[in-house]
């Protein structure tokens, strides 16, 4: 069974030329403010705070990068880089400063050839929102053909039993994840990762 080794946080950037070296695969996690970004990353790597969350939405404004090293099996040991984008909406900033945000957050997007996995995050109260709906649209438009965009709601936990059923039904090839329940963690990680993997067979 894979097995996550270890964790850390690497570096923040503004923009792509700030980004660290290209030399692992790379999960990237988007999604608007508010949806439980860090909260998902800190379960994922088994540290309460590691990814920063804010009271203010919309207040983390860099591209955080995070390394994680897994064990694959007895003779293989994998790194990848777990990258934390701004959240979209919700930020109260001038108009300039969020043309240049978005600007950066598109070029890093669309022009970082190791990214193999976007994990879109939604909240599971809020499943229809028109900002999801486009941002995703956007991600199919120039997603490659070793990318894969999966769908993982958070905060399912909110939900009462037949609203969870109802979302399971109307989403059936998406994820479902809460904070307050851990044993679900080990399955989304290896989902997760051998999603990422699973588009080279193997990991540099």
């Known amino acids: 069974m894979m097995q996550l080794l270890k964790s850390s946080f690497v570096t923040s950037a503004q923009n792509i030329h700030q980004c660290p070296p290209q030399l692992f695969s790379e ?38 990068f995070f390394l994680t090293e897994w064990q694959m099996d007895s003779d293989n040991i994998v790194k990848v880089y777990f990258v934390d984008l701004p959240g979209f909406g919700y930020a109260k900033v001038s108009k300039t400063k969020k043309e240049l945000w978005n600007k950066n957050l598109v070029e890093f997007l669309q ?7 976007f994990v879109h995050l939604v909240d599971s109260r809020h499943p229809n929102l028109e900002i999801d709906n486009n941002l995703a649209l956007f991600v199919n438009q120039f997603l490659r053909g070793d990318q894969r965009l ?27 994840s809460s904070s307050l329940k851990n ?15 699973g588009s080279l067979g193997v990991l540099d």
Do not use: Y
């Open 27 to 64: 999960i990237v996690f988007l999604g608007r403010s508010n949806v439980g970004k860090s909260t998902f990353i800190n379960l994922l790597c088994n540290q309460k705070n590691l990814a920063k969350s804010s009271q203010t939405p919309g207040k983390t404004q860099l591209i955080n």
């Open 111 to 117: 022009k970082r050839d190791n990214i193999r996995l």
């Open 150 to 176: 999966v769908r993982v709601f958070t905060k399912f936990d909110k939900l009462n039993s037949s609203e969870k059923s109802k979302l399971k039904q109307k989403f059936k090839d998406s994820k479902f």
């Open 183 to 197: 044993d679900s963690i080990v399955e989304m990680r290896e989902f997760l990762i051998n999603q990422a993997l």
